[in-house]
C-alpha cells in the first residue's frame, strides 16, 4: 500500500492565490503538486458574460436546476473524473483535500448544475475578497458547465465581487466573453479586487457570494429580515437571466 501523500497546506493556497500563483498536478494520482504562473491569465468580465439566446432558452427551459455549494465535494469529484474527452485532470488527492478545507472556512464554493435529481455538471473555485479565482468546471450533460458558469457570473455579479480568473483561456470560455489579460493587468486587477478596492456592484459592503439567494425573483430590493432569508435549494433560473440582463 502507497503511503498517503503529504497535505497541502491551505494557508498556503490563500497566499498563492493572492500573488497570482496556483497549484496543478500531472495527474489525478501524481505524488505532489507544481506551481503555475501563467504569463497571460484569462479573466471573464463580470459585466461582458455572453449570454446568448440559446443559453437563455437553455436557463428557462426548465431543464436543469442550479445549487450553490449544496455538494462542493462532489463537483470537486465529478471535476476529477476522468472522460473520454479528458482521460486525466490535474486534481490529485491534496489539491482536493485541501480545498475542502478552504470550503468548510469559507473560501471555497460551487455550484452544481443537476437534472433530473442527477449531478450532471458544476464548478468550484476560491474566493478571497471580490476576486473569485475558478478552479474547474465539468458538464456530463449539454450545457450543464455553461448554466453552471451563468449561474456563478450571476452570483459574483450581485454579491459585488470585481474578478473572476479563469486561469488558461479555451475556445470554450472565449464563447462566454472571457478574455486574456497580461501577468501585469491581471495583478493590478487581482491586488484591487482582494484588497476590496474595487467593487462590481460599486457597494461599500464586503462580497457576497449568498447575496444571490436573498434576492427576489420580482426585482424589488433584498429583504431586509434576516428570517426572509433564504440560503439553502435551487436558485431559480428566472433569478439568473434577471441578475445578467445587463450583461454584454
Given at each position: ?180 489579460v497580461s501577468r501585469s493587468a491581471y495583478m493590478a486587477l487581482l491586488d484591487a479586487a482582494v484588497s476590496g478596492a474595487v467593487s462590481a456592484a460599486g457597494a461599500s459592503s464586503p462580497p457576497d457570494f449568498g447575496a444571490l439567494d436573498r434576492l427576489p425573483d420580482d426585482g424589488s430590493p433584498p429583504a431586509a429580515s434576516p428570517d426572509s432569508v ?19
Amino acid at each position: 500500500m502507497s503511503a498517503p501523500l503529504p497535505p497541502l497546506d491551505p494557508d498556503l493556497l490563500l497566499r498563492a492565490y493572492t500573488v497570482g500563483v496556483f497549484p496543478m498536478a500531472d495527474s489525478r494520482d501524481a505524488p505532489s503538486v507544481y506551481w503555475v504562473e501563467p504569463k497571460t491569465r484569462a479573466i471573464l468580465p463580470l459585466d461582458h458574460f455572453h449570454l446568448s439566446k440559446s443559453l437563455r432558452k437553455t436557463l428557462l427551459s426548465g431543464r436543469y436546476e442550479t445549487t450553490a455549494n449544496r455538494d462542493f465535494a462532489g463537483v470537486v469529484k465529478l471535476c476529477a473524473e476522468a472522460a473520454a474527452n479528458r482521460p486525466d485532470t490535474w486534481i490529485n488527492a491534496q489539491i482536493e483535500s485541501a480545498v475542502q478545507v478552504l470550503h468548510e472556512h469559507g473560501h471555497a464554493h460551487s455550484v452544481e448544475t443537476w437534472k433530473d435529481g442527477r449531478l450532471v455538471g458544476g464548478l468550484y473555485g476560491i474566493s478571497l475578497g471580490g476576486a473569485f479565482f475558478g478552479e474547474s468546471m465539468v458538464s456530463r450533460a449539454t450545457d450543464a458547465s455553461k448554466v453552471a458558469l451563468a449561474h456563478l457570473v450571476a452570483r459574483l455579479r450581485t454579491g459585488g465581487f470585481s474578478l473572476l480568473d479563469c486561469q488558461f483561456m479555451t475556445d470554450h470560455l472565449a464563447s462566454l466573453g472571457a478574455v486574456e489579460v497580461s501577468r501585469s493587468a491581471y495583478m493590478a486587477l487581482l491586488d484591487a479586487a482582494v484588497s476590496g478596492a474595487v467593487s462590481a456592484a460599486g457597494a461599500s459592503s464586503p462580497p457576497d457570494f449568498g447575496a444571490l439567494d436573498r434576492l427576489p425573483d420580482d426585482g424589488s430590493p433584498p429583504a431586509a429580515s434576516p428570517d426572509s432569508v433564504t440560503v439553502s435549494g435551487p436558485t431559480s433560473a428566472w433569478r439568473i437571466v434577471q441578475s445578467l440582463a445587463h450583461t454584454s
